[in-house]
């Protein structure tokens, strides 16, 4: 596959797009991209990286904060734009492989269409929802608590983009 290719089709278009496109890398690529030590090594590392960032998510109680926020009139952050815009294919395929079913679970345009109803089904992340940090948050919890959560973000985003880049790396070597 054409690299130009891959990154303008897997990052345009809206979340149902991307899921579209992450469906067909799946079913043509999937077995192919887990036979991979290199893949399946970083599979794990990367859900290390998120065990270890949901146990300090956990301590530092963001899950009241945010279900409390979340349930106020235009409260929560996870918005249609921000599963639209922030998504991409690979980034879902990497779910995919990781064994997440994912899924369109809203369409009504107000919420991220990954938002379900005990938060977000995803277990990778877009960039952005990792690295977003609101006042709320900021206000609530101490410095300590703070930058080990920059920490644990870091590390996992890390993670992600290795993956990402071996993924893209094995598509590459294939025919189209
Ligand atoms: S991250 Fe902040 S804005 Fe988003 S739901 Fe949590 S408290 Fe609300
Ligand atoms: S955290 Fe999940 S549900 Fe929230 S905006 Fe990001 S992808 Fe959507």
Not at 35 to 42: C, F, L, P
């Amino acid at each position: 596959m054409d690299y130009q290719e891959i990154i303008k089709t897997c990052y345009s278009g809206d979340g149902s797009d991307k899921l579209k496109k992450a469906e067909r890398l799946a079913e043509e690529f999937g077995s192919l991209l887990l036979a991979h030590n290199s893949i399946q090594e970083q599979l794990e590392a990367v859900k290390a990286a998120v065990e270890e960032l949901d146990t300090h998510m956990g301590a530092m109680e963001m899950g009241i904060t945010c279900s409390h926020c979340a349930a106020m009139p235009k409260g929560g952050c996870c918005s249609a734009y921000m599963g639209h815009e922030n998504n991409d294919a690979l980034q879902l395929l990497m779910n995919i492989l990781a064994g997440v079913d994912v899924k369109l679970v809203r369409d009504d345009e107000v919420e991220c269409c990954f938002l379900g109803r005990t938060g977000c089904i995803l277990l990778f992340k877009p960039v952005f929802c990792l690295n977003y940090l609101c006042t709320r948050i900021r206000e609530d919890s101490d410095g300590n608590e703070l930058s080990l959560l920059e920490q644990k973000t870091g590390s996992l985003l890390t993670a992600q983009s290795v993956l990402e880049q071996r993924i893209i790396d094995l598509l590459r070597k294939q025919p189209v």
